[in-house]
């Protein structure tokens, strides 16, 4: 039994925030499948240890539906030290190079693709060595439908975005975004100077300024604490028990903004073949050793 969880965990398309403190459990199977977020245990047997926990955040590219074999947009391991309430997301890009366990070298998104959110969360420990206790899966519907329920989410976009391919037309300094432009935001990547390493590194800041918007919500209007259970509920499939999902979700409201890291994994650009791809560089391993250490970033 887990006695002090709170979890960074997502209800965006490319990453969500939290855990659905009333989120139900539906098993596996066709409507697990179908719903637009969708996630559960990873060991069936395993609970966390020393307070840590980690949880895999997937946002695949799917325009329709959640399905659970599609190409990953967003790959975020976010962790939460449930004794020092402090954590962390640790961000990799898609294009990643990267050996997948059974199926050899490819990028990181395409773990998704060939073997469901389960070998997504094997590459993901053998490449960071960490055990993971959860994952998340959602894609465009969920991220969009869950966020108008939710509100405006407040973040500072300081630059504009203009970009066709993503629908994102977000005027400079625009500090609320609905569910349209959010979407539009995460997907963005053709307006930044990075292209898609800066977009996954705003993947990370989009998690933290949702869980900002939690914790202001409530702060303001405890009776607020209902809608995020109403949104969540009516969106979400969790394989998880439901006294988990509650241990899980009370808590999260208590991690501090402040205290949560967003890193992305320091990569190189370069090819494979006639691929464009980007490699990850050795100083990963020591963030991969202190995130496994504190489950803070």
Request: hydrophobic residues 40%.
């Amino acid at each position: 039994m887990i006695k002090r969880a709170a979890i960074l965990i997502t209800l965006i398309a490319s990453v969500c925030v939290l855990v659905p403190i009333a989120g139900e459990g539906s098993g596996s199977g066709n409507s697990m499948a179908a719903a637009p977020i969708t996630g559960g245990r990873v060991h069936a047997d395993h609970q966390p240890k020393d307070g840590k926990i980690f949880v895999l955040i997937l946002g695949s590219d799917a325009r329709s539906g959640n399905p659970t074999h599609s190409r990953a947009d967003g790959v975020h391991l976010a962790g939460i030290n449930t004794k020092t309430m402090k954590g962390g997301i640790l961000n990799f890009p898609r294009d990643s190079w990267v050996n997948i366990p059974g199926s050899g070298s490819a990028r990181i998104n395409e773990s998704l693709y060939r073997g469901g959110p389960e070998l997504a969360v094997r590459t993901v420990e053998s490449i960071t060595g960490i055990q993971i206790d959860y994952w998340l899966l959602t894609a465009f519907e969920g991220f969009r439908f869950a966020i108008r329920d939710l509100g405006n989410v407040p973040i500072h976009v300081k630059h504009g975005m203009s970009d066709p391919g993503s629908g994102a037309n977000i005027k400079p300094n625009t500090k609320r975004l609905g569910g349209v432009n959010s979407l539009a935001f995460v997907r963005s990547r053709k307006s930044l100077p990075g292209g898609d390493i800066d977009r996954t590194t705003n993947h990370g800041k989009f998690l933290i300024a949702l869980l900002r918007k939690l914790r202001t919500d409530i702060a303001a209007h405890p009776g607020s604490m209902f809608d995020w259970m109403a949104a969540t509920r009516k969106w979400t499939r969790l394989d998880i028990p439901p006294h988990e999902l509650f241990q899980l979700g009370v808590l999260t409201s208590q991690v501090k903004t402040q205290d949560v890291g967003n890193v992305t994994v320091p990569v190189s650009i370069g090819s494979a073949g006639a691929a464009s791809v980007v490699f990850i560089q050795p100083g990963a391993q020591a963030i991969y050793d202190r995130f496994k250490k504190n489950a803070s970033l």
